[in-house]
């Protein structure tokens, strides 16, 4: 009797890890997954000079779609203005940059969130931001 109460009290401890193991491989591959959108749509946005409604928009469905998110959760920061190609050196290296943030929640970071985290603590959030030299010609 006394190794039954030992192993109930283990085992949701020790089923902990495989749990924790399983959030981390979908996080992993949610994050990869985002990754990979954001590129494709940076080079779309690289290309026209600036992220247009048609590539937000695409990104954004794209992701909540995947990820099974709302889409007003995704946020894309990024300059909507067009932004043409420097056929001469910038010293200040500030013209011709396209900037953008993307803020994407893909879910909890801990298994038994409750049981070891506080409340509302426990969401996980990709941000992606950087810069990237506009392709469109004046």
Same mark, same amino acid.
């Given at each position: 009797m006394?190794? $039954?109460? =030992? %192993? *109930? !009290? #283990? %085992?949701p401890l020790m089923l902990l $890890? =495989? !749990?924790? +193991? *399983?959030?981390?491989q979908r996080n992993h591959a949610a994050t990869a997954f985002v990754e990979e959108e954001v590129r494709a749509a940076c080079e779309e946005a690289r290309s026209a000079g600036c992220f247009t409604s048609e590539i937000r928009e695409r990104l954004v469905r794209s992701i909540s779609g995947k990820l099974g998110i709302p889409a007003a959760s995704v946020s894309v920061e990024a300059?909507?203005? =067009? #932004? +043409?190609? %420097?056929n001469y050196f910038d010293s200040t290296g500030e013209r011709g940059l396209i900037r953008y943030k993307i803020t994407v929640p893909i879910g909890p970071m801990t298994a038994y969130s409750g049981f070891l985290s506080p409340a509302g603590r426990n969401e996980r959030t =990709?941000?992606? *931001?950087?810069t990237m030299a506009s392709e469109r010609l004046p």
């Open positions: 006394k190794q $039954f109460i =030992v %192993l *109930a !009290a #283990v %085992l $890890f =495989v !749990a924790q +193991y *399983a959030i981390d300059d909507d203005s =067009v #932004v +043409y190609r %420097l =990709v941000v992606i *931001a950087g």
